[in-house]
């Protein structure tokens, strides 16, 4: 991976100022500078300590009274020169910068360094690349008084988040150190510190190095730091649909995929890719960079709505200069915009719409739906009779609302009446029956309600009232013998002998007068057999 640093200048309060960084130090006592000293020379890129503050003191711990620039001990490192000490694991200069500043020396001396660095953040979305290297001999002494390198990263706002202090001493297990002899050697690192939100407030940095306390130990570092953008740039799409994803060199970190390049080529970008750049992998201290690519990719969102009979009605959120493809999930496909579908049978369907924008991005929206089968409206009467519940079983299919109509009257809406009730007589009874969407069926039947007293005595049950009261109350006031058929006849005597009623329905009169209360005798013939039997009529 390169390391270069993109030197992209940014313009800030009317300056320009060159975003690369680069340094090495650490720190115990600090006097803070100016609070309006400018961020130029952040990273060394002078080849001097210019904006910079050096201290240089004893150690341990790290006690640095001593202010100012130290040449034997401050230096700025250039060219391709290799640290002599690190078996060749370590460059003086951090890859992709001109100059980087090595802290402390060789000597072993007892003695700290320490640099500090103050600014004005000067804008958001910004990331601190803090890179150092170290060189600890390790005297296997206790931590506390063994060679040692830190750095402090503090704001005047609000706390910043991740990685801002790092103590790194000689013997430590933790760190991944590689050896020469009796030197721990730290390879160029790299460490993000996120400054979004920071714009405005005051950054101050504190690097220091310690040799160990009894002497004869060193310890020293090189750092390089460089501010960045906080963003992972899409280029837009090639020809074949592919899109470039990449960020500023220096950062140092690793793609979604793995990659540790500052770009890499995904195929098949769509608005479901995850495009991000992970920083500080496998700290606790991770930071993750996304990228957004539904601002380059084309919208494939859409919706959808059921209607009935096996139709969807569907509609892409997308349809200018761009090019649509659907695929239903049955094996058919469509080019349009906008598409009122009719599915052949019910089930479930995976329904793919691909975009692909004047920009030869693609992308490609996914889901899942179910088309329902149509509602079939069935129900089965029982024998019936007036004032009694009709005997209802519902045989509806693919239903979850039933309707039931009465000659034309809404009488009841649950699946299954229990007291719906009929006149007698011709009745109309109807079932719509919907389901969720409110697509419906119907069935409609026409029933003949029968006489409640023809429910309460069948057909081969001969009834013969002993009494009747014809008073016009609506009560009792016909004289019927039940089932003894339409078309056959009934005889009424008095008590005189006399026939007052030849019929089949007698309302207790005679040529127009109201009979007297008695005993009066009835002659029938029923099964080929003469009967007599006595009524009583009542008022």
């Not at 030197?7 to 309060?13: A, H, Q, S, V, W």
Request: charged letters at 15%; hydrophobic letters at 35%.
């Amino acid at each position: 991976m390169s390391l270069v640093p993109s030197r992209i200048p940014i313009k800030f309060t009317g300056l320009f100022y060159n975003l690369q960084l680069i340094f090495l130090v650490c720190v115990s006592s600090f006097s803070p500078l100016a609070a309006q000293i400018p961020f130029t020379n952040i990273g060394f890129e002078s080849g001097t300590f210019l904006n910079w503050q050096g201290a240089t003191g004893s150690c341990c711990p790290v006690y640095a009274p001593n202010q100012g620039i130290a040449p034997d001990r401050h230096n700025i490192t250039t060219g391709s020169g290799i640290d002599t000490l690190s078996n060749n694991l370590i460059q003086q200069v951090c890859a992709g910068s001109i100059h980087s500043a090595q802290l402390g020396n060789s000597g072993g001396d007892a003695e700290s360094e320490q640099l500090h660095f103050q600014m004005i953040i000067p804008s958001d979305s910004l990331i601190l690349a803090v890179k150092y290297a170290v060189l600890l001999q390790n005297a296997q002494h206790p931590p506390s008084k063994q060679p040692r390198f830190r750095y402090a990263i503090t704001t005047s706002g609000t706390t910043l988040a991740g990685c801002t202090e790092k103590l790194i001493l000689a013997g430590d297990t933790t760190v991944p150190f590689l050896h020469y002899q009796d030197i721990d050697i730290l390879p160029w690192q790299t460490t993000a510190i996120d400054l979004s939100g920071k714009s405005g407030d005051t950054l101050m940095l504190t690097f220091e190095t310690g040799d160990c306390e009894p002497g004869g130990h060193f310890g020293y570092a090189y750092v390089d730091l460089m501010l960045l953008p906080k963003k992972i740039y899409l280029n837009g799409c090639n020809t074949d649909g592919s899109l470039t994803a990449s960020v500023t060199s220096g950062l140092d970190g690793i793609w979604m995929n793995g990659s540790a390049t500052d770009s890499i080529h995904i195929e098949n970008p769509d608005s479901t890719n995850d495009i991000y750049y992970l920083l500080n992998a496998n700290t606790d201290c991770e930071l993750i960079i996304y990228a957004e690519p539904e601002m380059l990719l084309p919208s494939s969102e859409f919706t959808f709505t059921e209607m009935c009979e096996q139709q969807i009605e569907f509609n892409a959120d997308n349809s200018t200069n761009s090019t649509l493809v659907w695929d239903f999930g049955d094996g058919n496909n469509s080019v349009d915009s906008n598409v009122m579908y009719q599915y052949n049978f019910s089930g479930n369907f995976e329904v793919v719409l691909s975009v692909m924008g004047s920009n030869n991005c693609t992308s490609t929206t996914r889901k899942q739906i179910t088309v329902h089968e149509n509602s079939i409206a069935s129900f089965s009467v029982g024998d019936t009779c007036a004032g009694a519940p009709v005997l209802l079983t519902n045989e509806s299919q693919n239903a979850d609302n039933y309707f039931w109509y009465v000659n034309n009257h809404l009488n009841d809406t649950t699946k299954n009446p229990v007291n719906l009730i009929l006149i007698e007589g011709i009745n109309s009874l109807q079932l719509i029956a919907a389901n969720h969407i409110g697509c419906c069926d119907t069935s409609t039947v026409t029933l003949n309600i029968k006489p409640e007293i023809e429910c309460l005595f069948p057909e081969n049950y001969l009834f013969i009232p002993n009494a009747f009261s014809p008073n016009g109350d609506g009560i009792n006031d016909l004289f019927e013998i039940i089932n003894l058929g339409n078309d056959k006849v009934f005889e009424i005597y008095n008590r005189f002998g006399q026939l007052v009623y030849s019929g089949n329905s007698w309302n207790g009169s005679y040529e127009n007068d109201v009979c007297e209360t008695g005993v009066y005798l009835v002659n029938f013939q029923y099964n080929k057999k003469q009967h007599h039997q006595t009524i009583t009529l009542l008022k």
